[in-house]
């Protein structure tokens, strides 16, 4: 059995202690939060505290909490030598207080309040700067059902920028889709299938592969039919700016 | 039985052979293409020419064919005063020659070569001239098990355009994720559960409701760090104006 701690209260933190709540090899032994009032709905399933001098002792503590917070708290844990690890993808390993075992596991999806989540879906990327810490962050990450990667802080790095591009702003053009056809009368809904299709093909495909459409072909009159369409220039320089990424990608020249 | 003659051998007219090929209550009678070649593989299966003035009495002709030659074919049509559409989002109804009954059934999905379609997946939109020919199509859009939407032409080549946002545009935006994982030695394998969940996501939640990340946020700190940590330009360029609209959809100020 793995005991832990958790600290912090939002999505990530809560999406973790309910899928650990839930395994047999798991056990939170206390849930931390500066402010008690977000935890208070959980303390007939855990204890919860405010109080770092009273956190208790684990096998791990995850610091799910804010970027900017990670090092500070870290460095106010009243203890060292135990494996301290946090989620983010942005913040380095050893932004850790150094008195630590230290270690990250950025769990790689995006977390909604209400949405359920299952870890399945969920790959969990770990790093750890000493090697005898790894097996037990990947029997943690493992005991989710959570496919696991040894993923070194650059590359951590780089896949949250990646998610921004595949998450984030793939959700902007779902927004823009929504904006430019609502404003007509026609359907978001109608491009529902699409949008998941889209997403489906590049499971088994490389997205190289799986490109289509007027920029690709070069269609220029789709393309000017498109643009002038369009009436927001927002939407005119990210029709743009994406369609001259589409030809470079795929050797076409700039308008 | 509605009998079909298809005119084009590309990847909207294969699939929707295949797929009427398989319903009994349509019956593709004949299957029309300029180079008879690409279609010889179905000869078996259906009647096939390259001669317009061969073409035989059927209920629908569907003009599967690039959007420059669709007048221009329907002009060449012998005959006249009988049902004839084609299938682009980016056409018109009244491009089609006024000596036919004319109408639209644009399929809006992604169509691969070789993957294959399931029609169930597949909303077609529906436009006619006259009253009297739209319940026909729409009888021939669900013998394919196909949800339909009556939808004019202004409203069609809006969903045309947001259909590359969402498709084209957002396959650009994996591209450039696989792009910059690769290139540090990231598996872009890791973030394929996230592509999935974001196209998931807004099936029942709209896209403005469901956006979250740095951009929304307006986390400086992480958009600097990821602008930074780009090497090119254009993904640069990127990243700076879909987070500027992201910022000016959730009423943050621009950078």
Known sequence: MISVVILGAGNVA??????????????????????????????????????????????????????????ELSSKLPFENRLVVHTSGGVGVYELDKKHKRGVLYPLQTFSKNAEIDFANVPICIETIDKKSYPLLKQLARSLGSPTKRVNSDQRRVLHAAAVFV??????????????????????????????????????MSPYMAQTGPAKRNDKKTIKKHVKLLKKQEHKDIYNLLTDSIKQTHGRKKL
Chains 1, 2 share one sequence.
């Open 14 to 71: 809560t999406h973790l202690f309910k899928a650990f709540n839930k395994t047999d090899e798991v056990s939170v032994i206390q849930w931390y939060n500066r402010n008690l009032d977000t935890i208070k709905p959980f303390k007939n399933l855990v204890e919860i505290t405010n109080d770092l001098n009273a956190l208790k002792e684990a096998d791990v503590y995850i610091l799910a909490v804010s970027d900017d917070v990670i090092g």
């Open 167 to 204: 998450n984030n702003f793939t959700n902007q053009l779902y927004r823009i889709g929504h904006e430019i056809t609502e404003s007509e009368g026609a359907e978001f809904d109608l491009l529902k299938p699409l949008i998941l299709e889209t997403a489906k093909k590049v499971q088994d």
